[in-house]
């Protein structure tokens, strides 16, 4: 059975990080990805990742946020840096958008709550 098991999130100043985790289990962690979803807004791809470790962003995150992975703990990271007030929102993991217009990636986690705020 697929869990993925997002942790990491809270309430953090403009300008400040975060590391998000991703504990999966029932699925490799080989193609993977983080989405948000912003208050009132539809849930948006942030970053990917692939299994030969290409990676893309959203251009609103570029050099801001890396998505990374630890095999051996089958969990998947997001840090995230120069935080924004439009970076706010529920993010979620799940596998890459690839795999999930394959079908796949069919089970969300709950997400973890990311609130920007001075």
């Known amino acids: 059975q697929v869990q993925l098991v997002e942790s990491g999130g809270g309430l953090v100043q403009p300008g400040g990080s975060l590391r998000l985790s991703c504990a999966a289990s029932g ?14 807004k539809e849930r948006e791809l942030v970053a990917a990742i692939t299994s030969d470790d290409r990676t893309n962003y959203r251009d609103s995150v570029k ?46 986690g709950q997400g973890t709550q990311v609130i920007v705020s001075s």
């Open 27 to 40: 699925i490799s962690i080989d193609a993977m990805s983080w989405y948000r979803r912003p208050p009132g």
């Open 63 to 108: 050099g801001r946020f890396t998505i990374s992975r630890d095999n051996a703990k089958n969990t998947v990271y997001l840090q995230m840096n120069s935080l924004k007030l439009e970076d706010t929102g529920v993010y979620y993991c799940n596998v890459h958008p690839s795999l999930i217009a394959k079908g796949l990636g069919q089970n969300w």
